[in-house]
């Protein structure tokens, strides 16, 4: 139980594209970014922060995950849809045998382990006390997306180090105030997210997000979505808990509605209760 419990929370904290062009402008910061980042020298015309650009409502695609957790191997596939800011839907499995299924909205985790029965319906204490590092909806979503957190103040600072465009910031809080974390940001060509290094200050609980393999991806025609690039492999590195996890993305669908929901079954047991 605690094994998929791990695994599974370890694939939804730790990576997310973002979406519709809602977002308030007045909160994104205005960087000194390069046009094309590589070979132009700083500064250059100020551009507010690609990392925040949003492209659909609704994306979703599959992963093949690969997890490597104390010298043991754990591989599985996952089928992932988000609604833009409102929902994050996992489908878990393993040689077409369904392990889990997670919802996450902004107020509520609700997670149901087909193979033990359990379940957990609540909010993202759980998240702490599975990690001791208090993560949220808007966190969660923007790590499996490329995109930097939208709910964190606007102190990043850009540096140029020996050719890498880095975005730093010693201390970052959110607007609750109850999270801080030391993050530097690489971008690549464009603007695009190479890797994110998020160090939380109260646990110094470290993790690194790699994002590859960028290609260009079909838009949608219908709601007037252009075509953008986004990666097609990920990893994940918690030296703390010497977790690495690699993942190749396939099946990428834009603007397609997804499940939005999950049935607890009657005969299931509460989770949290059991531990």
Request: hydrophobic share 40%.
């Amino acid at each position: 139980m605690k094994k998929i419990c791990l695994s599974l929370f370890l694939l939804l904290t730790l990576f997310c594209v973002h979406v519709d062009a809602q977002t308030n402008d007045s909160l994104k910061p205005l960087l000194e970014l390069k046009a094309t980042v590589g070979n132009i020298s700083l500064p250059q015309v100020k551009v507010k922060n690609p990392l925040w650009n949003n492209h659909y409502n609704w994306i979703s695609y599959q992963l093949k995950i690969n997890m490597k957790q104390n010298g043991e191997q754990l591989a599985f596939q996952c089928f992932f849809v988000n609604r833009t800011d409102s929902l994050l839907y996992f489908n878990l499995n393993k040689s077409g045998i369904e392990l889990a299924r997670v919802v996450l909205t902004p107020d509520s985790v609700i997670l149901v382990n087909k193979l033990e029965k359990q379940y957990y319906r609540g909010d993202y204490s759980i998240m702490f006390k599975l990690f001791g590092f208090p993560l949220d909806f808007q966190m969660v979503q923007s790590l499996l997306t490329a995109r930097d957190f939208t709910d964190f103040e606007n102190n990043l600072q850009l540096v140029e180090d020996g050719g890498t465009v880095k975005l730093i910031s010693p201390q970052r809080s959110n607007s609750a105030g109850n999270v801080s974390i030391m993050q530097e940001m690489t971008l690549g060509e464009n603007g695009i997210l190479l890797s994110n290094d998020i160090t939380d200050l109260k646990s110094m609980r470290d993790v690194v997000i790699t994002y590859s393999n960028y290609v260009f991806t079909p838009g949608d025609v219908e709601s007037g979505t252009a075509d953008f690039r986004f990666f097609n492999q990920l990893g994940i590195n918690i030296n703390s808990e010497d977790v690495v996890i690699k993942a190749d993305i396939n099946k990428i669908k834009v603007n397609v509605p997804g499940p939005t929901s999950i049935k607890i079954p009657d005969s299931f047991t509460e989770m949290m209760k059991q531990e």
